[in-house]
């Protein structure tokens, strides 16, 4: 149980180990040489715990044995249980900042809100038209386009995906990734969402089973957003399926919002490109 309480515990045992030893070698140093004193002998075992090379300078078959025997058991524990506890304690903290849950302390940022298909194309959009989006962003005083991804269960298969997709446009230092769910405002916390100019909710997957359950997780993510906000939203943008649902998401969002009916705007282009030969080829390229 001492071990499992953290890394603290366990190198606090080591320690105590490594005393232990250091203790036992210097006694039984102190009995075998005549004119040592018990604190000298303790510093000696230390010594030879710590670094093989002193094993050289010891004489005796009896004292050679001693300081063998202490040499080994600091290979095993120097080398072995430190060197096993800080390992062991860094890839759990490369795990944790790599699973996404740290917050993150931006300021007008662009915050996209779910992982579907559309969530990498949103982003590379993004970075394409950087320049326009900049000036956007300039109006409220930002100074470079950030933008961040809440990814429910995160994993290196996120962001492989994304920056496969982006190519030269992928930064480290303006896109960010975190894990969470939109409807919990302790995870909308980990984007700081308060602080955000923009947050864009993509919306169905091409091809979804039942997109009005998607279009019910935007409104209900609209509803998160302005329960949990303690002043007005930022511009929210969200993607529906149903036009039917546009006016509810308007009335879920207390800040201003932009609600994109896909099937009213894959309608649109087909009434028009039946009434302009070749739009649709034009668009699909």
Known sequence: RLVLRGVGYRLGLAAAIIVLVSLAGGLLAFWVVAGVSPAEAVWWAF????DPGYLGDDEGLTL???STIVTVLGYVLFLG????????WLNSKIEYLESGVTPIALRDHVVVLGWTARTPDIVRGLMASRRRVERFLARIGARSLRVVVLVEDLDEGHRREIRDRLGNLWSDRDIFLRSGSALRAEHLERVAYRSASVL?????????????????????ALLSISRS?????????????DVRRVATARRASEGQSEMIAAGEIV???????????????????
Request: with cysteine; charged share 20%; aromatic share 4%.
């Open 229 to 241: 906000a303690d002043q007005t939203p930022p511009l929210a943008v969200a993607a529906l399926f």
């Open 267 to 285: 309608s649109r282009v087909c009434a028009l490109s039946a009434r302009q030969r070749g739009l649709w080829a034009v668009g699909c390229e």
């Open 64 to 66: 050679r044995t001693i």
């Open 47 to 50: 010594l030879r715990l710590s």
């Open 81 to 88: 249980l430190l060197v096993a506890i800080m390992t062991q």
């Open 200 to 220: 864009i909710l993509p919306g169905a997957d091409f091809g979804e089973d039942r997109p009005e359950a998607v279009d019910a997780r935007t409104i209900k």
